[in-house]
Structures are given as structure tokens and as C-alpha cells.
């Protein structure tokens, strides 16, 4: 059985710093694309940032500059560095993973991290 677990969210101020985390653990024989979406109260969820197995990474246009994706294949995880956090970063963060399990290649998603930015 596969799991995709978030862990790192939490309240911060404008202006500082969030790492989140995601791990995929269970029977896992490779993982291609990992990326990280977010949905704010009352929006629909968006894509932040993706990495491929091999590193390629995407951005939607208002996290270019401060979020930065990583990736260490070993441990099947995925990272989100959020700097210069802004209000309208506030939102849930969900991990997605494209991997290939004893069920065939499929979308796994985790359960969510809270990121609240205020003062």
C-alpha cells in the first residue's frame, strides 16, 4: 500500500519561511513527477511547482522567485522552501506523486498541510 504523507506547514509572518515536505513510502518501484498544489478557502485548487525524476522543475507565475521544488530520490521525497511568504499564499498545500506501485502507475495525493500566513 501506498502513502503520500505532507509534513512542515504551520503560521508564519509576511515575509518569512516555510519547508514542507512530502514523503511517498509502501511498495514503491519508481516515482516520476512530484508536485505540490494549494487551495485557498472558497478557490479551486491550483498547481504550485512540479519536478520530474530528473530534475526539470515548473512554477505558476506568482511563487517564481521565492518558492523553490527539491527532490531527493533515495528517500522518495519532495520539498517545497517557500520564502517571502505573502498573504495570499495561505492555503492548504497537497503533495502529488505519479509513481509506479504493485497497482500500476497512478496519481497519489496526501492529505494536506496547513500554511497560514499572517500577522
Keep these: 500500500q501506498v502513502q503520500v504523507v505532507e509534513s512542515g506547514g504551520g503560521l508564519v509572518q509576511p ?3 516555510l519547508r514542507l515536505s512530502c514523503a511517498a ?9 512530484m508536485g ?4 485557498a478557502p472558497g478557490k479551486q485548487r491550483e498547481l504550485v511547482a512540479t519536478i520530474s525524476n530528473g530534475g526539470t522543475t515548473t512554477y505558476v507565475d506568482s511563487v517564481k522567485g521565492r518558492f523553490a521544488i527539491s527532490r531527493d ?5 519532495v520539498y517545497l522552501q517557500m520564502n517571502s511568504l505573502k498573504f495570499e499564499d495561505t492555503a492548504v498545500y497537497y ?6 506501485s504493485y ?7 496526501g492529505q494536506g498541510t496547513q500554511v497560514t500566513v499572517s500577522s
Design 95 to 100: 503533495c502529488n506523486a505519479d509513481l509506479v
Design 36 to 39: 505540490w498544489f494549494r487551495q
Design 25 to 33: 513510502s509502501g511498495s514503491i518501484f519508481s516515482i516520476n513527477t
Design 103 to 109: 497497482s500500476g502507475r497512478k496519481w497519489y495525493w
Design 73 to 77: 530520490n533515495a528517500k522518495n521525497t
Design 15 to 17: 515575509g518569512g519561511s
